[in-house]
């Protein structure tokens, strides 16, 4: 075949002159995988250098191109046994790497001077009790300065630009009182020093930042180790697409080169590569993933497809285009831009607490300062007093209380088989108290299913299914799924529209419509969405009932989210008529059928009006608005890209299980942010009084502050809890 | 208390060696495969 795979996209170039591509490789599971990988390409003529990173499953080659092509390379790591497809990395992974790094930088500049001032210190407090001069503990004084002044200015930067950028937009984060508490701490420090005064308090400065940065890394690694993930899922699916080139030939691109004007072949059977025009051709178009209908809709030149249909009888050719005005994308997309508005108006936990806390924290302060100018110590006295609160109240456990916990919860939800995009979803998560599911693809699986196999002599599907891998029609792709030899039979010839035949057993069998058959029994297209394939085999006639199925744990899972205390409804796309018996299996008495996005949008606006927290569950691209508008979103893996980029999170498998832990772990996350909140207020109720005393030495302030802070984190490691036992198999 | 002429500048050196060796290890990718990191210890296809 003359067509091959135009993967030049992916290649870049080396400064030493080599091609370089990165591969998202599937099935690595263990360490015996990397020697396999990487010796068995290095051993391949023209390979560079192989280098397989475990952390997020990707390889790095570099080759010299004159001697093989990138395709050559996918092949060679096939017959090695893997599957690999190159991806580009995308510009938003680059500045996450960077960041992580930056992060990483400034964490290992906080330590080493927590450290090195800890030496000081803690020869200054012993000093106390025995006989260290004052000149000494001057210049140890200084000593500290000198480390904690740069230390912190280059370490405190992610604080220092996080509270600039909120209080410029008018908020309160967490990181401004803990940026006023550091630069406040210092600078008295600094002051005492100068006046050869008994304490100084740079190494409470320089400890909390180090530990804010311990919390701020593990949160940024996990989010980046997920979205990993992510990024190979994606890459995996080498989704391909027949272009037109300008000498009119068909090259195969991968989808994401394709741009608007490109014109491409859809074949039958294929789906949909991206939103665009019927150029030319008529068929059957399968648009369940689109609008959730599952009826096939016949489709003419001039039309609008869009990218995830799926194409049934005759080839078509289509132009892609941007977003057209009048069609469903247009209005997709004027209801998103309205519900991402709408939504960022929730406030974060953090960011809720912190909006509290910090008014309180420095009104604090200033009373203390007041008090202490009015019960007749002196300016200076109070001042210290006032900063010493200050510190003390620093909301060092605060800041960490919640982002541990996240931490944890997502890699236990990661564990389960669900991908979180952002880790504020946990909390919304948490509140959600009503589920609405989409129906096609979301509560059934994505591709239909042989619903009758166990109607059918185990035999007869065999050869049904054999017979069917011959086959392009989506509807035998179903019947081929169950074949457990994949094994074609010779001589099988497709009548497009029709069917396929074959001599099969000395016998002529034939799959495809009753007609072809030549059965004379017809029931055609059932009301409920199921389609009839027949076959015929030695003159008898078995009919298979093709139709989306239900997920194989959606009965359970219903039952799952109802004692978890969560109302049900079903919204759907699909005609009511498909939707009832679904909805009766599930034993949901709320569905609603035949809707558009608008109207999905405006029964979710109801619930919210009833001061419901909404979990939505879709996967169209008709869903879209509705996964940006509730509370909270989930979508399956399958899903339609915008769907996918819309929802917080994306779910593995062919299980709606995660779904389920993931609410489960979502709501222990929740109780224990409490808690931790909870305790850092107790921390702050002891320890407030002994700084407005006047008792807050740096060495009980820097005791207080670690001791604070590893009881939260210890706290929210029990998030990880019992989440083994809930984890899915959705990994081996 | 003369010994912290020395003493001082002598902590304070190791421990910039210490953070310098670790700007070193991250800058030169060593921090990018934590997980492979881990494994490839316990190969011993290199000893020969």
């Known amino acids: 075949m003359s067509e091959t795979l135009d993967l030049s996209m992916f290649v870049t170039r080396t400064p030493a002159g080599a091609a370089h591509m990165d591969l998202a490789v599937e099935g690595v599971g263990c360490a015996s995988c990397i020697r396999k990988i990487e010796s068995g390409l290095k051993q391949v003529r023209g390979v560079a250098q192989a280098r397989l990173n475990f952390t997020d499953r990707r390889l790095a080659v570099d080759w010299n191109d004159s001697a093989l092509s990138a395709g050559d390379i996918i092949l060679e790591l096939e017959r090695i046994g893997y599957r690999a497809q190159p991806f580009r990395p995308q510009s938003a992974e680059a500045d996450e ?51 904690a002044l740069p230390a912190a200015a280059y370490a405190g930067q992610p604080f220092f630009r996080s509270a600039i950028r909120t209080i410029l937009g008018g908020h309160v984060n967490m990181d401004v009182p803990i940026s006023i508490g550091v630069t406040l701490a210092l600078a008295l420090s600094l002051y005492e020093t100068a006046t050869h005064a008994q304490h100084a308090y740079f190494d409470s400065a320089i400890m909390l930042l180090f530990f804010l940065l311990c919390g701020r890394y593990l949160d940024h690694a996990m989010r980046r180790k997920t979205r990993a993930f992510a990024g190979n899922l994606a890459a995996l699916k080498a989704e391909v697409a027949h272009r037109f080139e300008d000498d009119n030939e068909l090259a195969t691109v991968p989808v994401s080169a394709l741009q608007p004007g490109d014109r491409l072949l859809v074949r039958p059977g294929e789906r949909v590569p991206a939103d665009g025009v019927v150029v030319s051709g008529a068929s059957e178009i399968d648009e369940s993933l689109v609008t959730g209908e599952t009826l096939q809709r016949p489709i003419y030149a001039g039309e609008a497809i ?64 007041a008090g202490w100018l009015i019960a007749g110590a002196s300016l200076h006295q109070a001042i210290v007093t006032g900063i010493a609160v200050l510190i003390i109240t620093c909301p060092c456990a605060l800041a960490l209380a919640i982002p541990a916990v996240q931490v944890v919860a997502s890699g236990a939800m990661f564990r389960c088989g669900l991908i979180l995009n952002s880790g504020d979803a946990i909390e919304r998560l948490a509140e959600a108290d009503t589920v609405v599911f989409d129906k096609t693809g979301t509560l059934t699986l994505p591709e239909p299913q042989v619903d009758n196999a166990a109607d059918i002599p185990p035999d007869m599907l065999e050869r049904a299914a054999r017979l069917a891998l011959s086959s392009h029609h989506p509807l035998a792709r179903a019947v081929a799924a169950v074949a457990r030899q994949r094994l074609p039979y010779d001589g099988a010839t497709e009548e497009t529209g029709r069917g396929v035949r074959a001599l099969v057993d000395c016998a002529e069998a034939r799959l495809g419509s009753p007609a072809f058959c030549g059965s004379e029994t017809a029931p055609g297209a059932a009301a409920d969405g199921a389609s009839t394939l027949m076959f015929a085999w030695g003159g008898q006639f078995w009919p298979l009932v093709i139709r989306q199925k239900l997920r194989p744990d959606a009965i359970e899972a219903a039952r799952a989210l109802k004692s978890l205390g969560l109302e049900i409804h079903i919204l759907s796309g699909d005609r009511p008529s498909a939707v009832a018996p679904v909805a009766a299996e599930l034993g949901i008495a709320s569905w609603h059928g035949g809707l558009k996005p608008a109207d999905k949008i405006a029964l979710l606006e109801e619930m919210k009006r009833a001061r419901r927290r909404v979990l939505m569950v879709g996967d169209g691209l008709n869903d879209a608005p509705a996964l940006a508008a509730a509370h909270v979103s989930l979508s399956p893996i399958t899903a339609a890209d915008i769907a996918q980029a819309q929802a917080d999170g994306v779910f593995l498998g062919e299980r709606i299980a995660p779904v389920v832990s993931a609410v489960g772990i979502a709501r222990r996350a929740r109780a224990l942010m409490m808690q931790n909140l909870w305790l850092a207020v107790i921390y702050n109720v002891v320890a407030v009084p002994v700084a407005i005393a006047g008792y807050a030495t740096p060495l009980i302030a820097a005791a207080a502050m670690s001791g604070s802070s590893i009881l939260v984190t210890l706290n929210a490691l029990r998030a990880r809890k019992r989440s083994s036992s809930e984890g899915a198999s959705w990994m081996s | 208390m003369d010994v912290l002429i020395y003493l001082v500048p002598i902590a304070l050196a190791l421990g910039l060696t210490g953070l310098a060796a670790f700007l070193w290890s991250l800058r030169s990718g060593q921090y990018d495969d934590m997980d492979g990191a881990a494994v490839r210890a316990l190969m011993d296809d290199d000893i020969i």
């Open chain 1, 97 to 147: 790497a960077r960041m992580g790094r930056w992060l990483l930088k400034c964490l290992a500049v906080a330590g080493f001077a927590a450290m090195n001032i800890m030496l000081m210190s803690v020869s200054v407090w012993s000093g106390h009790v025995s006989d260290m001069t004052q000149e000494t503990r001057d210049l140890f004084h200084w000593l500290s300065a000198l480390i």
């Open chain 1, 306 to 369: 869009y990218a995830g249909s799926r194409n049934f009888h005759g080839a078509l050719v289509m132009r892609v285009t941007a977003v057209a005005a009048g069609s469903l994308l247009d209005e997709v997309q004027r209801l998103l831009d309205r519900a991402v508005t709408a939504k960022s108006n929730i406030v974060q936990l953090a960011d809720r607490a912190a909006s509290r806390y910090a008014p309180v924290v420095h009104v604090t302060a200033a009373m203390s300062v």
